[in-house]
Nanobody, 119 residues
């Protein structure tokens, strides 16, 4: 599985950004997709994940109500709509894929995209 993320940038406190990720996968394979973030001096966080069917999602508590994950299996894409952004959301965001539990280990990672929220 190959993953290519895009859509990061610089935004002011309270602003919005939309991240997108194109997932290239073997035909007839199914994968959960997730977004992680990595901030300096902090552990990686699973920000949001969605199962292969799109029927189940999980979110980091601090982004619930502000971020929305969605996927389009016909286009092999996953998106993360981020609203009401805060400076503490500043991080490098990574798209990732796995099989099994959406809270499990993600084996496949794309390159990161920087999100910076200014106060």
């Amino acid at each position: 599985v190959q993953l290519q993320a895009s859509g990061g940038g610089l935004v002011q406190d309270g602003g919005s950004l939309r991240l997108s990720c194109l997932a290239s996968r073997p035909p007839d394979s199914i994968y959960n997709l997730g977004w992680f973030r990595r901030a300096p001096g902090k552990d990686d966080e699973l920000v949001a994940a969605i199962d292969w069917s799109g029927s189940a999602t999980v979110y980091l508590d601090s982004v619930k109500g502000r971020f929305t994950i969605s996927r389009d299996n016909a286009k092999n894409t996953v998106a993360l709509q981020m609203n009401s952004l805060k400076p503490e959301d500043t991080a490098v965001y990574y798209c990732a894929a796995n099989q099994g539990s959406i809270r499990g280990i993600y084996k496949f990672w794309g390159q990161g995209t920087q999100v910076t929220v200014s106060s």
